[in-house]
């Protein structure tokens, strides 16, 4: 387990060095998960490597989302008054995600 957080953590860093060296406008911790995935898919590491740590953090999901939660309420004004709006964009955001990782994963089963 300490062998999948340790190459978890080694990602998330590496995406963050790649962050604050290139001075790109995307997070570290995303360039981080596009490196794992890469790695992942070229097999320079091993799912069962990460698999440990990663179902670990998916059972504690839930408690990542907490301070969003809370964070959310200092806006209840605005969200009151927009959330027809919000909702649109939220509901149409979700589709069109759904929609763009379909295609890709379609690809990309295409290939293996």
Do not use: R
């Amino acid at each position: 387990m300490l062998k999948a957080f340790l190459i978890l953590f080694l990602f998330l860093g590496l995406g963050e060095l790649i962050k604050y060296f290139i001075e790109i406008p995307i997070p570290g911790n995303i360039l981080g998960m596009v490196l794992i995935f890469i790695a992942l898919k070229l097999k320079l590491i091993k799912l069962e490597w990460v698999k440990p740590a990663s179902d670990t953090l998916l059972n504690y999901l839930v408690l990542f989302f907490i301070p969003f939660g809370v964070g959310l309420m200092s806006y209840f004004d605005f969200i009151n008054l927009y959330w027809v709006i919000l909702c649109v964009a939220a509901g149409l955001s979700t589709l069109i995600t759904l929609y763009v990782t379909a295609l890709i994963q379609q690809k990309l089963e295409k290939h293996d």
